[in-house]
């Protein structure tokens, strides 16, 4: 084995066992209905390889999951969300993003919070909520898939 080789394997160890990597540690995302009148939330995430299922939040109500990054760094989780039976939306809610990372906080929490007029993403940062989906007229769709999103990078 050459010295390079050896270096860059002693390296990568390095990094591995690093407590500053967070490569290897959980994201969280978690999705909080805030919407008025005792709305109902119906909130059904998935990714490529995991459907988390239909969820119905009620108001103040929360649905929260966690994972590890995949090795290719390629990790995307998507959420179908209807605040009623006339409106909803299908988004990315976890991708790999500086963008996103940089909202989410210290601990790898990324929050989406479903209001009247849209879904917001909390800026941790900033403490403040970030409007990003507004809700789109139409019925719950039985099978949303991942390339019916907006890509809100």
């Keep these: 084995m050459s010295s390079s080789s050896l270096l860059f394997i002693l390296a990568l160890a390095l990094f591995i066992a690093s407590s500053e990597c967070s490569l290897f540690d959980p994201y969280h995302v978690h999705v909080t209905n805030i919407l008025s009148q005792n709305k109902i939330l119906l909130v059904h995430c998935k990714s490529k390889d995991d459907d988390l299922g239909v969820h119905n939040l009620t108001v103040g109500q929360e649905f929260s999951w966690s994972f590890k990054l995949n090795f290719f760094g390629t990790t995307l989780f998507w959420c179908y969300m209807a605040p009623d039976d006339h409106s909803h939306v299908a988004f990315k809610v976890f991708w790999v993003s500086g963008k996103l990372f940089d909202r989410c906080d210290a601990a790898q929490n990324c929050f ?25 007229p139409g019925r719950f769709k039985a099978d949303h898939n991942q390339g019916d999103l907006d890509t809100n990078d």
Aim: hydrophobic share 30%; proline share 0%; aromatic share 16%.
């Design 112 to 136: 989406w919070v479903a209001k009247d007029d849209g879904v917001y993403l909390r800026d941790t940062r900033r403490n403040e909520d970030v409007y990003k989906q507004e809700w789109q």
